[in-house]
Every structure is written in C-alpha cells, then in structure tokens.
C-alpha cells in the first residue's frame, strides 16, 4: 500500500467510526421525540437497541454499590462492554466516546488553521493520576450515596444535552463540564482522558490482558520517534509500550510508522 494512504488508514476509520456514533447520538432524540421511532432510546451511559440494553460498567457499578443490591438487567447490560474491554480494551474511549469526536474535530481545526505550525500539545503528569481519580469517584459516590459519574460523566452528558434541547429546548448546567473538558483539551492533547476519566480507567482495567494490541516490531523500527509523538496519550510504543494498560488501541501511532513496526494483532501476552 502506498505510504500516503497508509499513513491515515486507521485515523480516517477512527473519524468514520467516531462520526457515526455521534451522529446517532444527535439523531436518536430527533427520531424518538419528531417521529415516535423509539426502536433506539438513551445514550451511551444506559442505551437501549430494542430490547437489549447497554449499560456503561462504571455507571452500573456505581448504581448497585450506592443502592446496595444487584439488579439483575444493570448487571447483564454491563456484560456486553465489559467482554469488549477485556478483549479489544480501550476502544469505547478512542473509537465511539462523543469526547473523543470533539477532541479529535478540535484537533482537525487546529492542523487546517496552523498547518504546519500545528503541535500537540502533551502536558505530562503521573500516569497513576488515574487510577487515584477512579477509586476517589466510588469512594465519594458511596460516602454520598449517589453515583456521581452517572450524572457527571461527560460522555453520558454529551447524550443528555443533546436529548434535553430536543425535548425541553434547554441545557442544564451540568454541560458546564463538557466545555470543562474541551478546555483541558486546549492545555493538553486528551487530558481529561489521559488522567481524569474513571470510566477510562475502568475500561483500561478491563482491558488490561485484552487480546486485541499494538505490537512493536523492534527490528523494523528506525529509531525515528514519531509513533511517540502521534500518541495523544503520551504512551511511547517505541519503547513498547503499546501493550501497557494504558493503550486504548487507537491506531494513531500504526499510521505514523512507514516501516511496519508496529501493527494490530490478536493473540495472547506471552506470543512473540
């Protein structure tokens, strides 16, 4: 393949991928409130096709630990993104998160207006940031006795404020997070889901021993750096490191390499 079509292969998918989960996030509300189609209802903290529901793991999590009894529909919702994480990790955050669509819609308009000019930029904190944040978001919900993320997650927020100027032609003041997050964004290429997102880091738990990774090819790399510098979460594959737990499989850096070191393969942690 061409090295100038190579180079986007997974960017250009991830965009289509991330644009049509958007896209149906804007239209779902549209279809249920303008034409009563209600085949598809919710968002993607709680969405239900028909009669399947899927139920983001944190916000289960955080509703039967608040409400101290197993409900058995939150438990079986939560089955179908909790066997996805543990076998393609990550990839709620990097291929369908509305967050994501907007940092990767920012990023396209930062490269169009400064071209050449344009730099990520990759403000660096502790990795462990994240795991602090999710254990401090269940502890509060429990000492409160309310899950937080439920009603303050930005992904889920994304879905509501779009439902709400649908349905009741207003905001509510909790979208105040979602421009808090776009803000962090504009100091650091993907902060908030770099160290402040529980459900990523949930998710990246899952995902730990996932079967889906980037594997590093030590033997074909140059030496160049540019994987390290097209990761948005700071992860250095040159170093290996596409097969840590902080890897949410974007692809990003497969398509900054021009010499097939590193590439998506299935297999187990202990395969060559």
């Not at 509501?160 to 979602?178: D, N, P, S, Y």
């Not at 949410?248 to 590439?263: E, K, M, T, V």
């Amino acid at each position: 393949m061409p090295a100038d079509r190579r180079i986007t292969r997974y960017g250009r998918l991830r965009m289509l991928v991330l644009s049509a989960s958007f896209l149906l996030l804007v239209i779902n509300p549209l279809l249920n409130y303008y034409l009563h189609i209600g085949f598809i209802q919710g968002w993607y903290q709680s969405l239900g096709i028909g009669e399947l529901w899927i139920v983001s793991p944190l916000e289960g999590l955080e509703s039967m630990l608040t409400s101290q009894r197993i409900y058995m529909p939150t438990l079986f919702g939560m089955l179908i993104p909790v066997v996805i994480a543990m076998l393609l990790g990550r990839i709620f955050c990097s291929w369908v998160c509305p967050v994501s669509f907007l940092g990767e819609l920012s990023d396209r308009i930062r490269r169009r207006i400064a071209a050449k000019r344009f730099r990520s930029r990759q403000l660096q904190l502790p990795r462990s940031l994240l795991w602090y944040v999710l254990v401090a978001e269940i502890i509060l919900s429990l000492i409160l006795g309310a899950p937080i993320f439920v009603f303050l997650s930005p992904p889920g927020l994304v879905g509501r404020e779009l439902m709400l100027a649908v349905f009741f032609h207003t905001l509510a003041v909790e979208g105040i997070v979602i421009i808090g997050v776009l803000v962090l964004d504009q100091v650091s290429r993907r902060m908030f889901c770099r160290y402040f997102c529980p459900l990523g880091a949930l998710l990246a738990l899952l995902g730990g021993r996932r079967r889906l990774q980037v594997r590093y090819v030590p033997a074909n790399c140059t030496g160049c750096g540019k994987c390290d510098q097209a990761c948005p979460l700071t992860i250095r594959p040159s170093r290996g490191e596409s097969t840590s737990i902080y890897c949410w499989n974007c692809g990003a850096c497969i398509d900054s390499c021009r010499f097939d070191a590193l590439s998506f393969q299935w297999g187990d942690h202990n395969e060559p």
